[in-house]
């Protein structure tokens, strides 16, 4: 198995990291895909090759995300949800971005995973 996983950001698509050595898992960017399913499934069943009961950050750092690719992460979310016992999810949002942190909340109170909310320190 790979120890590392990166996907480089495109205009449309985020940045992706994924360590399966530190148990973390990376989004950063803006997610706008036409065809999100495409890009998403490319990376998000690595995820649940981690070790079921072993410690997962998933760490999200977006800027702005379409409909199909909010569909695809609440759909890793609930299977997170469902599937492991440890996970942690940080998200990070602008100071004035009330929409994104507001997203993080809902995604929140969807899934019941445990979330931290953090501004971002650019």
């Given at each position: 198995m790979v120890e590392t996983l990166f996907i480089d950001q495109t205009y449309e698509t985020p940045e992706v990291q994924i360590d399966f050595v530190q148990g973390v898992f990376s989004i950063k960017g803006r997610s706008i895909p036409e065809k999100?399913?495409?890009f998403w499934d490319t990376f998000s069943?690595?995820?649940f090759k981690f070790d079921r009961d072993r410690e997962?950050?998933?760490i999200l750092n977006l800027e702005y995300l379409n409909i199909s690719s909010s569909k695809k992460l609440l759909h890793i979310f609930?299977?997170?949800n469902s599937e492991f016992k440890n996970v942690k999810v940080t998200w990070?949002?602008?100071e004035n971005d009330e929409d994104m942190y507001e997203v993080g909340r809902d995604y929140e109170h969807?899934?019941?995973l445990p979330f931290e909310f953090?501004?971002?320190k650019i």
């Open positions: 999100a399913d495409k069943e690595e995820i997962l950050e998933f609930y299977k997170l990070y949002y602008e969807m899934s019941t953090k501004i971002n």
